[in-house]
């Protein structure tokens, strides 16, 4: 019997989204600028926490990477 897969609405585009990439590509300080404005857009708190702890975990700050980390749960 065929597998019958539900069909994947998109994502609506979140304030945050523009960060991703940058953090992929090792942009970090253009994610964190990126980040500000995102705060301004009115993004959610955990989302933006969740990812100055990521940009801070790869930039070698892991007792900031860890604050931000709490920040977000």
Do not use: H
């Amino acid at each position: 019997m065929p597998s019958v897969r539900a069909a994947r609405r998109p994502r609506p585009a979140g304030p945050c989204d523009a960060v991703k990439p940058l953090v992929r590509a090792g942009r970090l300080e253009e994610a964190a600028a990126a980040l500000k404005q995102s705060c301004k857009a009115g993004a959610a708190a955990w989302e933006v926490y969740l990812w100055l702890g990521r940009i801070a975990e790869r930039s070698g700050r892991l007792y900031e990477a860890e604050r931000c980390y709490a920040r977000a749960e």
